[in-house]
């Protein structure tokens, strides 16, 4: 299920970056008293009262600019509210109200989204300064005082966003269609491959890297299932990222793995492995995202008896952080093996989507703890008391012992792959969670 998008914008150097920074609670956006700092979109997860979002920090906006980078910033928080949910508009109590705020301001009720006007630098607990109300002029309702630097208001803040974003599980429909992402980087056949799915040229094709700037649905039903394939911009290593629109694509290939079910991560056989690719499975995986590797061109590679299985082995070992997804060779351009693609995708999703009982699982920790006893420190034995499943997509368990300090990385990994072994779970990450007796699940 895809999760709400809220979008923090303001002009330049009113505290949006410090603001993010303390709604995420770790330290992504570079925080510096220059205005402009924040140069493109930062995106981070955000959770209030059970709520989950994904949070945007933009660069400033400078409505009347003729200046190049800030025209750039400003179309780039034009765009991430275009994608937004609801926005947060940050302003500064010591600035009072500008001319620049009341052309944001104005920017934003056209768009017609749900605003949060949050007035920032309200450092003093207690009565809110006099200056507050006049905020009110902006006409997008009552004005919260904040200070993201201590956090005072925040609570509030995040209140009223919630009450803008879709209600929880209702964000979108299930009609029974498992939600596919490709995934890769440029000009690997993304699109190529969707195009051969829906048996028409719905996507733009060419040699040229990053023709495709946004993410596009397109339902697929056939005799395998009901699919929505979403063919998505090619995510580049960052510095390479360029000005425009490219940099809103990276943002929406991002979001359409956040609402996907499972992701094909293309891989160009002609080119092979490059680290780009794993930076683009690792979004996934740390996602828990089903994910199956498609090797692409498979037709262009010269090949032997032994060429499939060697480029295995390769990929196995430059995808080692996830050696549960599954291998597949195929060519968009013929169709080769797509049919066992459609086959794999809906395995992928089962298991991301499996829950084990309660009794199957501790039946084998028994056995798992049998064969290699848990690991002691200093006279002191872990003791693990028992397992349960508390979630899927991913399939993830909770460990109940005596001390997580004794449960070593050997040790969880073991445990999981006991897990895999037993249930198998191929295409899917999955999660163990350790907590101490009277601790929560």
Not at 124 to 138: A, C, I, K, N, R
Not at 203 to 225: C, F, K, L, P, W
Request: hydrophobic share 40%; proline share 4%; glycine share 8%.
């Amino acid at each position: 299920m895809a999760k709400p998008i809220v979008a923090i914008v303001g002009r330049p150097n009113v505290g949006k970056s410090t603001l993010f920074n303390k709604l995420i609670g770790r330290r992504l956006a570079i925080v510096e008293d220059t205005p402009g700092v924040t140069r493109d979109r930062l995106t981070g997860d955000c959770e209030w009262q059970g709520r989950q979002f994904l949070l945007i920090d933009t660069g400033g906006i400078e409505p009347r600019t003729d200046d190049g980078l800030l025209a750039h910033m400003r179309a780039q928080a034009q765009l991430a509210i275009d994608t937004a949910d609801a926005i947060l508009f940050v302003t500064d109590i010591r600035a009072g109200v500008t001319a620049q705020d009341a052309d944001i301001a104005a920017m934003l009720m056209r768009a017609g989204k749900p605003v949060v006007l949050v007035v920032n630098k309200v450092d003093s607990l207690g009565e809110p300064p006099v200056e507050l109300y006049d905020f009110y002029s902006l006409g997008l309702g009552e004005p919260y005082p904040v200070s993201s630097v201590h956090g005072h208001g925040t609570g509030d803040v995040l209140d009223e966003v919630c009450k803008h974003l879709p209600p929880a599980g209702e964000q979108e429909p299930d009609d029974g269609r498992v939600t596919v992402a490709v995934i890769g980087r440029p000009n690997v056949g993304k699109s190529s491959l969707v195009n051969y799915i829906l048996g028409e040229q719905r996507m733009i094709v060419a040699d040229e890297a990053g023709t495709t700037r946004d993410a596009v649905d397109s339902e697929v039903d056939n005799q395998y299932g009901k699919f929505v394939f979403i063919d998505t911009a090619g995510l580049r290593r960052r510095g390479k990222v360029e000005e425009g629109v490219e940099r809103y694509s990276v943002l929406r290939s991002l979001a359409a793995v956040e609402r996907a079910n499972v992701c094909v991560i293309m891989i160009d056989a002609t080119e092979g492995f490059a680290e780009q690719d794993s930076k683009v499975a690792g979004y996934a995986h740390e996602q828990g995202k089903a994910c199956i590797i498609a090797v692409n061109k498979w037709d262009a590679v010269e090949k032997d008896g032994s060429t499939m299985n060697e480029m295995r082995k390769k990929l196995e070992n430059d995808f080692s952080f996830m050696s549960y997804a599954p291998i597949i060779f195929l060519s968009a351009k013929t169709g080769q093996r797509v049919d066992r693609l459609f086959e794999l995708i809906q395995y992928v999703d089962a298991q991301n989507a499996m829950r084990v009982t309660t009794g199957m699982l501790n039946d084998l920790l028994a056995r798992a703890t049998a064969r290699v006893q848990p690991p002691s420190d200093k006279g002191k034995r872990l003791k693990i008391y028992y397992m349960t499943q508390i979630a899927t997509r991913p399939p993830t368990f909770v460990c109940f012992c005596n001390s997580k300090q004794l449960f070593h990385f050997s040790y969880q990994r073991y445990i999981e792959n006991q897990i895999r072994e037993t249930f198998g779970l191929e295409g899917t990450p999955i999660r163990l969670v350790l907590r101490e007796r009277g601790e929560k699940a």
